[in-house]
């Protein structure tokens, strides 16, 4: 491949008083007649015959590439002549092409990697600091100011750049932000008083308000993604009845956090189809600051008078201050860094490949919090968590349908 795409670019010289055949284009010889082409290989041929192979190196440009690699003077001079004579311009594209999917499939598997080890890596040190600091609202507050103050820095060094941004869009953010900020609290709360596994599995259950709040609101869907939200239904609640760990408040949680996150697709959907122009991102790092700022002010309401005290008992109870800090500091910067990949790959992904992706990050989230918490599982809690995360995949292949049948509609 390299030889294909260094040898036509180049230009043979055979000496002053003779012509200069030119071998920019790969398909100059099939353009010319074949007797034009015989006279070409004659007289290069001729010319080598008459004179060093070295001296053929110096006066040759076919040995010299754009890429460093120097000369090829110890190469048999004959072949690559010979070769660069009869080149008939080979359809590079096939090969094009596949290069570009397999570099497009590495970027994905990149996308995803990070997007698991960073939802993986949030839910272990979210949970480590919850343990010894149950204020889920203070914590949660603090992940926003992180990813906000994260948004502003790419912004003001222009490694992101910034969105323009008018009232309008606040104002159409303001909804979707609210509802953001109602998900985000609530799961921080579910976290602080249950398992992460059982969280997730309960998690796992948005599609299912997803479809009711749609029909309410006048959208129709097929009876197999109706049929898919069933196993859904019936996982979750196998695994809530045999969870170890059961806790109400920690089941309400993640529903309404479940709740939250879907009125935040729905509504961003009505409210921000005049800003397709704001990229994934540069969204998301709106919502969190506006999240923020719905946030803190609540949680000093609610949890702020216990702050101090339990800081002390938290350091007590951990010895190191600065592993403290840690965990905060970790849960922090992943929660916005898994957030933020998660928005880049749906700029760069079908929605059911995100979907399915999603699943799966699901199924690798509660394997992982199970290894290192060494939460214990009944065997019926298993079934019923692997019931509820395999239904969610059914609902993202007949929800896919759905859309591609909306689309060619259209």
Known sequence: MMLLNLLPSSSVTLSKPHHKYLTNSPNLVSRTSFSHQIRVKDSIFNKINNQPSSQICKSSNFFKTPYGFGDFGAKPTTSLIAKSASETGQ???????????????????????????????????????????????????????????????????????????????????????????????????????????????????????????????????????????????????LAAVTEVSFNLGGLWGAMISNVGFVLRNIYSKKSLQNFKQVNGLNLYGW????????????????????????????????GNPSTFYLWVMISGVFYHLYNQSSYQALDDISPLTFSVGNTMKRVVVIVSTVLVFRNPVRPLNALGSAIAIFGTFLYSQASSKKKAAVEKKD
């Open 91 to 237: 359809d590079l594209t096939p090969d094009g092409e596949v290069e570009k999917k397999s570099n497009k499939t590495l970027q994905l598997a990149i996308v995803f990697g990070f997007w698991y080890f960073q939802n993986i890596v949030f839910n272990i040190y979210n949970k480590k600091a919850l343990n010894i600091f149950p204020y889920p609202w203070l914590l949660a507050s603090f992940q926003l100011f992180v990813g906000s103050v994260w948004m502003l820095v790419l912004w003001a060094t222009k490694l992101q750049p910034c969105p323009k941004i008018d009232k309008s869009f606040i104002i159409a953010l303001l909804g979707p932000a609210l509802f953001h900020t109602i998900g985000h609290i609530s799961a921080c709360v579910s976290f602080s008083k249950v398992a992460v596994s059982f969280t997730h599995v309960i998690k796992s259950a948005e599609p299912v308000f997803s479809v009711v709040f749609s029909s309410a609101l006048g959208d129709t869907y097929p009876i197999s993604v109706w049929l898919s939200i069933l196993p859904i239904v019936m996982g979750c609640s």
């Open 287 to 318: 919502i969190t600051i506006l999240s923020f700022f719905y946030l803190f002010p609540v949680a000093i309401f609610v949890e702020g008078s216990q702050w101090v005290p339990g800081y002390h008992k938290a350091i007590a109870s951990i």
